[in-house]
């Protein structure tokens, strides 16, 4: 199974929170981030791939799973047009992945349990 985070754009709403890291890398008072919380739980209920879609600093996110993930299975989709549209032109860039198998679709900013 794939999870998809859509991670592309500003995280505007957010605010200050954003300013400087991506809406998934906003901290959280569990002393987690948005996209780890994501990612421990979506492994946790056996999803084998994630595929981040990224835009705005998206060399953050690469540096975060390098350092805290290297061990699974992360593809990343940039959209380098993300100030300008939406999630739709993000996904638009996964046409050429196979996806063979059941698909979740969650937004980077998405917290959950």
């Known amino acids: 199974m794939y999870a998809i985070i859509l991670n ?5 709403r957010l605010q200050e929170l954003t300013t400087n890291k991506p809406k998934g890398l906003v ?14 739980i979506l492994t946790s209920c056996g999803i084998e791939k994630l595929i981040i879609t990224t835009g705005y600093l998206a060399e953050q996110f690469k540096q975060y799973i390098s350092r805290y993930y290297s061990d699974l299975n992360i593809e990343f989709i940039h959209n380098n047009l993300y100030d300008t549209t939406n ?14 198998d059941s698909v ?6 998405l917290v959950f349990t």
Do not use: A, M, W
């Open 27 to 40: 901290d959280l008072t569990t002393g987690s981030t948005i996209l780890s919380r994501q990612i421990d």
């Open 87 to 100: 999630y739709i032109v993000s996904l638009n860039k996964l046409q050429n992945i196979d996806f063979s």
């Open 104 to 109: 979740l679709l969650i937004h980077g900013d």
């Open 8 to 12: 592309s754009g500003k995280g505007s």
